[in-house]
């Protein structure tokens, strides 16, 4: 082969494999007919999904959850709850028992699947609990297109954990994953995790749904109602119209992850405009216990004012906030929450968490079974970050994450942690599940801050969603953007903080005196290596910052919002002290001490600040 010719074939190999390794996402279109037998808690559904494959591999089967499924005795969440006991989450069983052992038989969740048919054509198709296996009979090739359509009726299940009907507040349905849902495929294959309890994934669809319901109902969902005046609820002048005392709802949505919905005979509708969006409706039951509902609007319109400015624009042009879960659970252009609250704030918390979720599970729509902490996690730090501006603390915290950090703190002494980088369904215990998708998810992002300044996690925030809004980013996605923004190299952090336990515990050792200058010396003794802040206070009462970079990053934090300072050698990681000298005297120190603004998630802070006497 001519030299000439070698290079070019091996130029069109190069790119023949650059694009297919490119990223790509799938899409789909759903069209559904519901019919809704509210006295029996049943319904009946027809599918159409126009299914569009973007991969460069070719498809000759698909999946499909069935969550519903799940939710009966004997089912793998039932078993997995029998398991862990009185360890597991605590919404699913009551003193250690399993509470799906005892729905009873004609409250079982069930989505039974008449057919399904591909272009005209009968399927063959395999249902392993909470998952459908579908054999195509024509497969779907690279950027090409099929369509399915379905059959199915269902019972709507004991409302257990986020769906199912008559919750624990009175509200008749909470119609959450409550139909067939095709599942995510991407570079790792098909996403199809069987349904425990946790978290959901799925591609980026349209939907246009149809519900027909008696007539007394009205309906919370996520999405663009498309006929206002023939329902009960959304428009003073609507004239309901009827077929055999039912009406019918049609609800469009698109480029969104899921389709949710509640109905009940008693919910009442608000909405407001946000400027520059979104429409927020609220959709709840009007009672004593839901009073906090009728303050939310001046602090919604904070919220997502906040959210847009600092974390990216709402994508959509509506919200809602629907009394209807256990809890609080997020879907696409809405949320499933507990209506009854104490008060505003406890109320907002609850929202802001939720909403956040639109953020950081919707519009970046990462793999939540696979990676929860970056879906809980950033949202939880989001939820901190908004909730200290709309509600200040009476007492000022060093930092909004304050309280984050000190939970993170006593729930290590307890000795039962579990890596963040677990699956979501797989982890052992309840709380420690909480905690390494919640809190450790939460305090990266703090972490990073902390790491390199809070200006540069600002940016990087920012440029996330400027380059993933509406796309299924990894956490490699992510932290490619925060080395960029940062110049540093931060891959042994990730590694560190979330595929182990190992913790960070540095404090002063020793402190000697001199006639014109005062030595500190630092230790590690922790796992974790980290660069470390370190300030004095003077006996007049003024801070000098100190920074004292860790040489892994090979990039030194510039500035900060938490103060100027003078940086000082790095610390190699494999040292275990570090020595330096401010030229100050005994007499005119009062304080020295590591990390003043509060932000290292140390787990021994006691050593951490010497008052000089």
């Not at 008696?214 to 999405?223: E, L």
Request: proline content about 5%; charged content about 25%; glycine content about 6%.
């Amino acid at each position: 082969m001519k030299k000439s010719v070698a290079i070019l074939f091996a130029f069109i190999i190069s790119q023949f494999h650059a694009q297919q390794g490119s990223y790509y996402q799938q899409s789909a279109k759903y069209k559904m007919d519901i019919d809704v037998n509210a006295e029996k808690f049943t319904y009946e559904g027809k599918q159409t999904l126009d299914y569009k494959n973007n991969s460069p591999d070719v498809l000759d089967v698909v999946y499909f959850h069935l969550y519903w499924n799940a939710f009966k005795p004997g089912s793998m969440m039932d078993q997995r709850v029998a398991g862990q006991g009185k360890n597991g989450d605590s919404r699913l069983q009551k003193d250690g028992i399993s509470r799906l052992a005892s729905i009873p038989k004609d409250q079982e969740g069930a989505q039974n699947i008449h057919w399904i048919r591909q272009n005209g054509k009968i399927l063959k198709y395999e249902i392993q609990e909470t998952v459908m296996k579908v054999y195509l009979a024509e497969p779907v090739k690279p950027n090409s297109s099929t369509t399915f359509i379905l059959e199915w009726d269902a019972v709507i299940p004991q409302q257990i954990r986020r769906s199912g009907r008559n919750n624990r507040e009175g509200v008749d349905m909470t119609m959450t994953q409550w139909y067939p849902k095709i599942a995510e495929y991407d570079y790792d294959g098909w996403a199809t995790f069987d349904y425990i309890g946790r978290e959901f994934h799925a591609p980026f669809s349209d939907f246009d749904v149809t519900i027909k319901i008696n007539k007394d109902y009205v309906i919370g969902a996520g999405g663009i109602l498309e006929n206002p005046a023939d329902v009960k609820g959304y428009d003073a002048n609507a004239r309901i119209r009827a077929d055999k005392n039912k009406a019918t709802w049609r609800w469009t949505a698109k480029n969104i992850l899921d389709f949710a919905w509640a109905a009940d005979r008693d919910y009442i509708i608000k909405s407001f405009e946000v400027p520059q969006g979104p429409k927020v409706f609220l959709v709840y039951q009007n009672n004593d216990k839901t009073k906090a509902w009728e303050e939310a609007q001046p602090y919604l319109t904070k919220y997502y004012q906040l959210m847009n400015a600092h974390f990216g624009k709402y994508a959509y042009p509506t919200y809602a906030f629907i009394q209807g879960g256990d809890g609080g659970m997020e879907y696409g252009m809405c949320t499933m929450i507990l209506g009854e609250a104490k008060n505003i704030e406890g109320l907002m918390g609850l929202m802001a968490h939720e909403g956040a979720h639109s953020w950081y599970q919707q519009m970046l729509a990462t793999n939540e079974p696979m990676r929860p902490w970056m879906d809980e996690g950033f949202t939880s730090y989001a939820e901190g970050y908004v909730m200290n501006q709309l509600f200040p603390p009476a007492q000022k915290l060093p930092n909004p994450f304050f309280n984050s950090i000190n939970a993170y703190r006593n729930f290590v002494k307890k000795g039962i942690e579990e890596p963040a980088v677990w699956l979501g369904d797989h982890h052992d215990n309840g709380t420690s599940y909480t905690y390494a998708s919640y809190v450790k998810g939460e305090l990266y992002l703090v972490e990073l801050g902390y790491i390199m300044g809070e200006q540069n996690l600002a940016e990087t925030l920012k440029q996330y969603y400027d380059q993933w809004a509406l796309k299924h980013p990894s956490d490699r996605d992510f932290l490619h953007i925060a080395q960029k923004v940062s110049g540093m190299d931060l891959k042994w952090f990730q590694n560190y903080w979330i595929n182990t336990t190992k913790t960070i515990d540095y404090g002063i050792k020793d402190i000697k005196y001199d006639a014109k200058s005062t030595t500190i010396t630092l230790v590690n003794n922790g796992q974790v290596p980290m660069p470390i802040d370190f300030s004095i206070m003077t006996a007049d009462k003024k801070i000098f910052n100190y920074q004292i970079p860790m040489n892994m990053t090979h990039t030194w934090k510039t500035k900060d919002a938490y103060g100027d300072f003078k940086t000082m050698p790095y610390w190699p990681w494999t040292q275990k002290e570090y020595t330096l000298t401010v030229p100050y005297t005994k007499s005119q120190l009062s304080m020295v001490g590591i990390d003043i603004s509060q932000r290292l998630a140390d787990v021994n802070p006691d050593d951490n600040f010497v008052e000089v006497k």
